[in-house]
């Protein structure tokens, strides 16, 4: 079923893209804000669209545009909604849940579209119904950052007349647009200065928590070591901590869990101690960018995890995990992959086949021939 899409029918009095409605200003205004003017490459910023419209003209003086009623009959245009060149959508940093709970709707583009209603601002003296709408992103590169300007249409009338309906028709019905300013943001390079070797990429305000099972084991049995990051920022953008300098440890290969709603995302390791003498695992690192004034590189350590290893039982051996290493595992946000655990008796019975039938041919080849 197609997804039907609103027209928009405006008379001829509508003012040029370009041109200042003077009158049209004195009844509603858009604006663009951020929280800050500047963030760096990777930090998640938001964007929020606010509009109003005198409530008076808002109660009795506002003309539906559309087929279809909206709450507030505007429709505002915002080019940036359709994408940011330097920057990507991001799903993590919108309010959880709205300051009033109403969601009037409103036009925002060509589609129906829930806002939230914020207090009344007054404006020259008078109230004005605000509304606002917030979309996040993650900057991409350097630079300075410019989102359009939105533009606010609406249609009024100050004098009607009844219909035979029972509704009301305008006798005065005008056209009108408002334009909003531009916002230029700053982005910034992420300093080259006190970059730690560690850094992979993660750029926001974080914690970090480790975990692992069984805890008590033998020499060359794995384990998980399951690490949970959470915050806010960029968790999809940086690579896994490596534990290659895990001393007295081997690492078979780790997975990426998916991100759960950008704020959350789970890393799992498997290791094997390989000395009963080992008590713990000792702290993992994790190195990040954090934004926050003064911005600078910061370490977050898991607590140590305790651990009883006991000496390999007689005649038992260490079977490795069937586990992807890591330098083939899943992609950030992508499901974790991991090899069958009937790869390995799968490729033994094909090796095996192939000799026997290598056997099979040579012994054909040493009989003796029919009447030789």
Known sequence: MRRARLLLCLGAGLQGVGARDEAAERLAFVELSSPQGAYFVGEPFRLELRFGVDASLLDSGLLQLFPRELDVPVQVEADWLRGLRGA??????????????????????????????????LVSGRPFAVLALERSFVAERPGPLVIPAPLLRFAYATRFEPDVLGGRVALDRRDAAVHGEPLALDIRALPEAGRPLAFRGGVGRFRVHADAEPRALEVGESLKLTMRVEGEGSLAEFEPPTLDALEGFRVYGSLAGPIEGEDARTLTYDLAPEDETLREIPPIELVFFDPTPPADYRTLRTAPIPLAVRPRRSGARAEPPPVVPASEAAPAGGAPR????????????????IVVAVLLFRGRARLPREGG
Not at 338 to 353: K, N, V
């Open 88 to 121: 990507r959508p991001f799903a993590g940093t919108e309010r959880a849940e709205p300051h009033s709970g109403q969601r009037p709707t409103f036009a925002l583009d060509d589609a129906p579209t829930a806002a939230e209603r914020l207090q009344d601002r």
């Open 338 to 353: 991991r090899l069958s655990p009937l790869a390995p008796a799968i490729a033994l019975a094909g090796a095996g086949a």
